[in-house]
T-cell receptor
Framework: EDKVVQSPLSLVVHEGDTVTLNCSYE??????LLWYKQEKKAPTFLFML????IEKKSGRLSSILDKKELFSILNITATQTGDSAIYLC????????????FGTGTRLQVML | ETGVTQSPTHLIKTRGQQVTLRCSSQ?????VSWYQQALGQGPQFIFQ???????GRGNFPPRFSGLQFPNYSSELNVNALELDDSALYLC????????????FGPGTRLLVL
């Protein structure tokens, strides 16, 4: 059974701090890893990673995948209060790519 | 381009009742998946519909059932509600079955008393 584990479960930082969120996975026939941000209800798509060692960036957010060690990290630099959210990591199912297995998420709170 | 929409936004039911939740997929998307997200947990896959046929199911009992219509909108039905069914129900659509990137609706928060 596919498994995705995220750490830490929660994190409280101050504005301006840099944070690193972790995601490890055990997936048969790995295809990709996805990161989502969930602020109130709808998770919104951040990144999809397929190749090891290639960093994806979007503004202050970046993510990288290590296929050998089976993990990914999401970095947020110069955090802002608007970054407060739950960050979810997910892996597509082997047989059906659009079925996702999610981790429990990391709840990030950014304080002033 | 219209995003994924869900209705209702909130719902309160009592144990034993039945509920129907609705989802309109993003324009052009033919695959709809439903997820249950309990408090403090990540979304759990319930089932998926592709071109009106169920295409995969998670570890949920048969009292969770669904439907997809020709316009690719979808319904999730839950019979004989239990307290543990209280959760946020998310609908996600993707352009094709083989596409990992899914776009989520705002969810329906269900409370079972």
């Amino acid at each position: 059974e596919d498994k995705v584990v995220q750490s830490p479960l929660s994190l409280v930082v101050h504005e301006g701090d840099t944070v690193t969120l972790n995601c490890s996975y055990e997936v048969t026939n790995f295809r990709s890893l996805l990161w989502y941000k969930q602020e109130k209800k709808a998770p919104t798509f951040l990144f999809m990673l397929t190749s090891s060692g290639i960093e994806k960036k979007s503004g202050r957010l970046s993510s990288i995948l290590d296929k050998k060690e089976l993990f990914s990290i999401l970095n947020i630099t110069a955090t802002q209060t608007g970054d407060s959210a739950i960050y979810l990591c997910a892996a597509p199912h082997t047989g059906t790519a659009s079925k996702l297995t999610f981790g429990t998420g990391t709840r990030l709170q950014v304080m002033l | 381009e219209t995003g994924v929409t869900q209705s209702p936004t909130h719902l309160i039911k009592t144990r034993g009742q039945q509920v129907t939740l609705r989802c309109s997929s993003q324009s052009g998307h033919n695959t709809v998946s439903w997820y249950q997200q309990a408090l403090g947990q990540g979304p759990q896959f319930i089932f998926q519909y592709y071109r009106e046929e169920e295409n995969g199911r998670g570890n949920f009992p048969p009292r969770f059932s669904g439907l997809q219509f020709p316009n690719y909108s979808s319904e999730l039905n839950v019979n004989a509600l239990e307290l543990d069914d209280s959760a946020l129900y998310l609908c996600a659509s993707s352009l094709e079955l083989a596409q990992e990137t899914q776009y989520f609706g705002p969810g329906t928060r269900l409370l079972v008393l």
